[in-house]
């Protein structure tokens, strides 16, 4: 019996999977270019945003063009810190809201380049450009969009190694070839660069005939991952270490959608990944990381992921990992490391027994 993993029909079974690639996105480019007007037309809790806006961002939001905020349909506010001058990806831009705020937070020395499949939702962020370029007191905009498929970045022209920061807001469960997708955007990003991107993920592998509802797909329903097979995915492209930032609940509001896709549950998750060569588990080189402070909008504190909190100034022990995502990465700049990895202690231990050594001025993490 063939047990169903990664790489089964959900992610790239290559049988008709053109024409089925196809009419999903078709489907899903009527139903964002045509069936939704505004962000109020969702019938889900799917698309709608984890937790408060951090104010630095909810400062930048009220600068935006009313039409370019009223149709954002993403699940979160996957922006990460430290972006001034970067160059950055938005993978599903739709309207252009977060490469608005992406604008804002690289600069004009920075980059955005934002990609969708759907004509009518870049012809509303074509049209703002120059307004967001005032707006934000740069000479020239610093923006650029595309249209075109999110798992062919090369027919666009993103060559290998030439982005910082990938960013994704509630998209990839609608692309068809999601492994494909993924090896493209570790394709493009530099040597060290983030993604980090929020979406929506089931409990379970879903039947793909769902695929087919047009409602079911659009609110981002259908094509929702299973957590584990996104694992898989991502330890196939040899990317060993994701982490989850912040997670929620998906309400299925919708009566008739609950009938139809009810047995499962659903969550929108915000996730970060490296392109470095991590390690597969967290192990322990007796390495302490220093959150320094630096970043303007984070004086006090800095959360790296949902268990890892860095308070400015007081050592934190970590794992390998960690220690190489902090020094290896855009972050450097921010965090002081000690220790090498010339000396193994086995792996990061969670919870440390009673009467164990504790590094002076540093407490133990879970990785």
């Not at 969670?350 to 164990?356: D, F, H, L, V, Y």
């Amino acid at each position: 019996m063939n047990t169903p993993t990664c790489g089964d029909s959900r992610i790239d079974d290559r049988t008709g999977a053109d024409t089925r690639a196809d009419v999903q996105q078709s489907a899903v480019r009527s139903y964002y270019g045509e069936t939704l007007r505004s962000s109020r037309d969702l019938r889900t809790t799917a698309c709608c945003s984890i937790g408060a806006m951090p104010a630095h961002l909810a400062t930048i939001l009220a600068r935006l063009h009313p039409e370019v905020r009223d149709r954002f349909y993403g699940c979160g506010s996957p922006l990460p810190p430290a972006l001034g001058g970067a160059s950055v990806l938005d993978l599903g831009c739709g309207s252009g809201r977060d490469v608005y705020l992406l604008s804002a937070l690289v600069g004009e020395s920075g980059r955005v380049i934002g990609v969708d499949m759907t004509e009518q939702q870049l012809e509303v962020a074509e049209r703002h450009r120059a307004f967001h370029a005032r707006a934000f007191g740069h000479a020239r905009s610093n923006v650029e969009f595309h249209r075109g498929d999110l798992a062919d970045l090369t027919a666009l022209g993103i060559g290998n190694a030439s982005v910082d920061v990938v960013v994704s807001n509630c998209v990839m469960n609608l692309v068809p070839d999601k492994r494909r997708a993924f090896a493209e955007i570790f394709r493009v990003l530099k040597p060290g660069g983030e993604l980090y991107f929020s979406d929506v993920f089931s409990d379970r592998r879903l039947p793909r005939e769902l695929l087919a509802d047009p409602v079911l797909l659009g609110e981002c329903l259908a094509g929702a991952l299973y957590v584990e097979d996104f694992r898989r995915l991502l330890a196939g492209l040899g990317v060993a270490d994701a982490r989850v930032c912040a997670r929620s609940p998906i309400a299925l509001t919708d009566a008739a959608i609950e009938r139809k896709i009810g047995f499962a549950n659903f969550e929108s998750i915000t996730w970060r990944a490296f392109k470095l060569p991590l390690e597969d588990r967290c192990e322990d080189y007796g390495q302490v990381a220093t959150y320094l402070g630096t970043l303007d909008e984070y004086p006090h504190a800095l959360d790296l992921d949902d268990h890892h909190h860095f308070e400015t100034g007081k050592p934190l022990r970590v794992c390998g990992n960690v220690a190489d995502m902090l020094g290896g990465s855009r972050y450097a700049a921010h965090f002081r490391i000690d220790g090498d990895k010339r000396r193994h202690f086995g792996l990061f231990d969670c919870a440390p027994a009673a009467g164990a050594v504790a590094v002076p001025g540093a407490k133990a993490s879970c990785c």
